[in-house]
């Protein structure tokens, strides 16, 4: 079992940067590929970022491209995801995700725990 705790999250204004975190909990945080993934109002849950286990292998989704970018610390447990040159369209609950592959899965299925989420809201 694994536990995780996003944080980071806030209301900000367009153009400026953001870092999430989250802090996992329980098994061998090193032996899991690790993800991001938020959903908007009224949308589907949608892939953003996700790290491998040693952090060598990195995906991202194609609307952050370019402005985000996922690290990880296995010694901290921890990940992160950095946002930079926010728009008004990155507004979403982002979730942060553990997956017993050790992979860089782009696919939610592939991921087995779940964090509670934090609210990330870009003002244009």
């Known amino acids: 079992q694994v536990q995780l705790v996003e944080s980071g999250g806030g209301l900000v204004q367009a153009g400026v940067s953001l870092r999430l975190s989250c802090a996992a909990s329980?098994?061998?945080?090193?032996?899991?590929?690790m993800g991001w993934f938020r959903q908007a109002p009224g949308k589907d849950r949608e892939f953003v970022a996700a790290i491998s286990w040693s952090g060598g292998n990195t995906a991202y989704g194609d609307s952050v491209k370019g402005r985000f970018t996922i690290s990880r610390d296995n010694a901290k447990n921890t990940v992160s995801l950095q946002m930079n040159s926010l728009k008004s369209e990155d507004t979403a609950v982002y979730y942060c995700?553990?997956?017993?592959?050790?992979?860089?899965?782009?696919?939610?299925?592939?991921?087995?725990?779940w964090g509670q989420g934090t609210q990330v809201t870009v003002s244009s």
């Open positions: 995700a553990a997956s017993r592959s050790p992979l860089a899965s782009t696919r939610s299925s592939s991921y087995d725990y």
């Open positions: 329980g098994r061998t945080f090193s032996d899991y590929g």
